[in-house]
C-alpha cells in the first residue's frame, strides 16, 4: 500500500469514529499539558533562582575560612591558620588566579553628624585586582593608600543621625572624611578607644546584593587596627587572616580547586556548589514532574488501546475485505499503527498548545502576585524548543505502543473469519 493511500484510510478511520477519537485524544492531551506545565515552571524557577545566586556572587570565587574547632577536621594542635605560607599553598593550586586575605575589623564611623557600627574588611589593593571591584565614583583602593576608605553603593542607608537616631535619606560620600572610632579593654579591665581618620575615595557600582553595604580599606591599616585591638604584634603569624577569597581561572574548576583546599585543613565553600547543589535539586522535581505526566499518559495509553480494539471489532468484515483484496498483514499493522501513531501526535500537539497556556496564566498570577508584595519578578515560565519537541514526541511514542496490540491483533485475524463476522 501506498504512502498515500494509507494517510487517507487512516485519516478516514479517524473521522468515522470521531468522537472516540476525540475523547481519546483529550487524554493525551491532559497528558501532555501536565508535563509541558509542570516542567516549564520548574525550568523557570531553576534560571530564576541560578540568575539570582550568580549575580549575587561570583560563580568562580571560592571563600576560605578557618576550621572551626570541634568540627574533626584536625585537633587543635595541627589547626591550620589563614598566613602567608596558606596563601602560596592555594596558589600553588592549578587553575588559581589569585588569593585575596581579608581583616575584618568593627568599628562605629562617623561622618560629620551620621554616625553608625558595622564591619570593615581590609584588603590588599593589588590582589583585590582580580575581584573586578568597579568603582561608580572615585577610585578604587591602591598599594600606598593607608587611610583610603571605598563603600558600598548603598552603605549610606545605614547612617543615622547622631541626636535623632533617624535614617537619613541621602548624602553625598564621596571625598568626605570619616573618623572609625574602635575600642577595646586593656589589661587592667579598662575600656579604652583609638579614632582613626580617614577620606572615602571610591562608591562602588551597585551590585544589587549584600555587597552594596560593604566598606573596604587597605589591608595594612586593618591589620593595624586588629592589631591595637589583640594588644599584640604580628597578628597574622599568631591568628592569620579571618578569610581568603579565591579567583579561579574558571567556573568548571572550582569544585576541584574547591575540594584540594579541603584537604589542606580549611573550610571552604562556594556559590557554584550552592548552585550545582540547587540544580540537583531541580533535576529530581523535574523527573517527579515528568512521571506525573506520563502517569496520565498511561492512562491515555489505555485509551488509545481500548478504541483500537473496539475499532477492530467494528471493521473486522471490512479487515476481512482489504485481505481479500490483496492487503497483506503488514499494511493492516501499518494503518492500526499509523491511527495510533496519529491519536498520539494530536494529543501531543493539543497538549503543547493547552500547556504553553496554562503555563503562562500561572505565570501572570505568580507575577501578579509578586508584583503586589512591591518586588520586580521575571518571567516564571520558560519553554525550551526540546521540551516542545519532546513532549510531541513522547506523546506519539506511547501512541505507537498502545497502537501495537491491536495493530497485531488485526493483522491476524483470518480473512474467512473476519467475512462471517457480523
Same mark, same amino acid.
Given at each position: 500500500m501506498r504512502t498515500n493511500d494509507l494517510i487517507r484510510v487512516v485519516v478516514?478511520?479517524?473521522?468515522?469514529?470521531?468522537?472516540?477519537?476525540?475523547?481519546?485524544?483529550?487524554?493525551?492531551?491532559?497528558?501532555?499539558?501536565?508535563?509541558?506545565?509542570?516542567?516549564s515552571i520548574a525550568f523557570g524557577f531553576q534560571e530564576n533562582i541560578t540568575e539570582s545566586l550568580e549575580n549575587?556572587?561570583?560563580?568562580?570565587?571560592?571563600?576560605?575560612?578557618?576550621?572551626?574547632?570541634?568540627?574533626?577536621?584536625?585537633?587543635?594542635?595541627?589547626?591550620k591558620i589563614l598566613d602567608e605560607n596558606a596563601i602560596q599553598e592555594i596558589e600553588d593550586i592549578e587553575g588559581v588566579v589569585a588569593v585575596v586575605p581579608y581583616m575584618d575589623v568593627s568599628g562605629t564611623i562617623e561622618i560629620g553628624r551620621y554616625i553608625t557600627?558595622?564591619?570593615?574588611?581590609?584588603?590588599?589593593?593589588?590582589?583585590?585586582?582580580?575581584?573586578?571591584?568597579?568603582?561608580?565614583?572615585?577610585?578604587?583602593?591602591?598599594?600606598?593608600?593607608?587611610?583610603?576608605?571605598v563603600v558600598g553603593y548603598k552603605i549610606q542607608e545605614v547612617f543615622l543621625e547622631?541626636?535623632?537616631?533617624?535614617?537619613?535619606?541621602?548624602?553625598?560620600?564621596?571625598?568626605?572624611?570619616?573618623?572609625?572610632?574602635?575600642?577595646?579593654?586593656?589589661?587592667?579591665?579598662?575600656?579604652?578607644? *583609638?579614632?582613626?581618620? !580617614?577620606?572615602?575615595? /571610591? +562608591?562602588?557600582?551597585?551590585? &544589587?546584593?549584600?555587597?552594596?553595604?560593604n566598606v573596604y580599606i587597605p589591608l595594612e591599616t586593618a591589620i593595624e587596627i586588629a592589631e591595637w585591638k589583640a594588644m599584640q604584634s604580628n597578628i597574622i603569624k599568631r591568628q592569620g587572616y579571618q578569610s581568603f577569597?579565591?579567583?579561579?581561572?574558571?567556573?568548571?574548576?572550582?569544585?576541584?580547586?574547591?575540594?584540594?583546599?579541603?584537604?589542606?585543613?580549611?573550610?571552604?565553600?562556594?556559590?557554584?556548589?550552592i548552585i550545582d547543589s540547587l540544580n540537583e535539586v531541580f533535576t529530581l522535581v523535574e523527573i517527579v514532574f515528568l512521571g506525573i505526566g506520563a502517569i496520565a499518559l498511561i492512562v491515555a495509553a489505555l485509551g488509545i488501546i481500548n478504541t483500537m480494539l473496539m475499532s477492530i471489532l467494528e471493521r473486522t468484515r471490512e479487515i476481512g475485505i482489504m485481505k481479500v483484496i490483496g492487503a497483506s498483514n503488514t499494511?493492516?499493522? *501499518?494503518?492500526?499503527? !499509523?491511527?495510533?501513531? /496519529? +491519536?498520539?501526535?494530536?494529543? &501531543?500537539?493539543?497538549?503543547?498548545?493547552?500547556?504553553?497556556?496554562?503555563?503562562?496564566?500561572?505565570?501572570?498570577?505568580?507575577?501578579?502576585?509578586?508584583?503586589?508584595?512591591?518586588?520586580?519578578?521575571?518571567?516564571?515560565?520558560?519553554?525550551?524548543?526540546?521540551?516542545?519537541?519532546?513532549?510531541?514526541?513522547?506523546?506519539?511514542?506511547?501512541?505507537?505502543?498502545?497502537?501495537?496490540?491491536?495493530?497485531?491483533?488485526?493483522a491476524r485475524l483470518s480473512p474467512v473469519e473476519a467475512l462471517r463476522h457480523e
Amino acid at each position: 500500500m501506498r504512502t498515500n493511500d494509507l494517510i487517507r484510510v487512516v485519516v478516514r478511520n479517524l473521522n468515522r469514529i470521531r468522537v472516540r477519537t476525540v475523547l481519546t485524544t483529550i487524554g493525551v492531551i491532559i497528558g501532555v499539558a501536565a508535563i509541558v506545565t509542570l516542567l516549564s515552571i520548574a525550568f523557570g524557577f531553576q534560571e530564576n533562582i541560578t540568575e539570582s545566586l550568580e549575580n549575587i556572587g561570583d560563580v568562580r570565587q571560592i571563600t576560605v575560612i578557618q576550621p572551626i574547632q570541634g568540627m574533626g577536621m584536625r585537633t587543635q594542635n595541627e589547626t591550620k591558620i589563614l598566613d602567608e605560607n596558606a596563601i602560596q599553598e592555594i596558589e600553588d593550586i592549578e587553575g588559581v588566579v589569585a588569593v585575596v586575605p581579608y581583616m575584618d575589623v568593627s568599628g562605629t564611623i562617623e561622618i560629620g553628624r551620621y554616625i553608625t557600627s558595622l564591619s570593615i574588611t581590609g584588603i590588599d589593593p593589588d590582589k583585590a585586582e582580580n575581584l573586578d571591584i568597579i568603582t561608580e565614583k572615585g577610585r578604587f583602593l591602591r598599594k600606598k593608600d593607608r587611610d583610603t576608605m571605598v563603600v558600598g553603593y548603598k552603605i549610606q542607608e545605614v547612617f543615622l543621625e547622631k541626636r535623632t537616631l533617624k535614617k537619613i535619606e541621602s548624602i553625598d560620600l564621596l571625598g568626605k572624611k570619616v573618623e572609625i572610632l574602635v575600642n577595646r579593654i586593656d589589661l587592667e579591665g579598662e575600656e579604652e578607644s *583609638r579614632t582613626y581618620r !580617614m577620606r572615602i575615595i /571610591g +562608591i562602588i557600582e551597585e551590585q &544589587g546584593t549584600q555587597e552594596d553595604y560593604n566598606v573596604y580599606i587597605p589591608l595594612e591599616t586593618a591589620i593595624e587596627i586588629a592589631e591595637w585591638k589583640a594588644m599584640q604584634s604580628n597578628i597574622i603569624k599568631r591568628q592569620g587572616y579571618q578569610s581568603f577569597m579565591v579567583q579561579a581561572e574558571n567556573s568548571d574548576m572550582v569544585n576541584d580547586i574547591t575540594m584540594q583546599i579541603t584537604d589542606m585543613g580549611f573550610l571552604a565553600f562556594s556559590f557554584k556548589q550552592i548552585i550545582d547543589s540547587l540544580n540537583e535539586v531541580f533535576t529530581l522535581v523535574e523527573i517527579v514532574f515528568l512521571g506525573i505526566g506520563a502517569i496520565a499518559l498511561i492512562v491515555a495509553a489505555l485509551g488509545i488501546i481500548n478504541t483500537m480494539l473496539m475499532s477492530i471489532l467494528e471493521r473486522t468484515r471490512e479487515i476481512g475485505i482489504m485481505k481479500v483484496i490483496g492487503a497483506s498483514n503488514t499494511d493492516v499493522t *501499518r494503518i492500526f499503527l !499509523m491511527e495510533a501513531l /496519529g +491519536i498520539g501526535f494530536m494529543g &501531543g500537539m493539543g497538549g503543547v498548545a493547552l500547556g504553553y497556556v496554562v503555563a503562562h496564566i500561572i505565570d501572570t498570577v505568580m507575577r501578579l502576585y509578586v508584583s503586589q508584595q512591591g518586588n520586580v519578578s521575571e518571567s516564571m515560565v520558560v519553554m525550551p524548543l526540546w521540551l516542545v519537541g519532546f513532549a510531541i514526541g513522547f506523546a506519539m511514542m506511547v501512541g505507537l505502543i498502545s497502537g501495537v496490540y491491536p495493530a497485531r491483533k488485526a493483522a491476524r485475524l483470518s480473512p474467512v473469519e473476519a467475512l462471517r463476522h457480523e
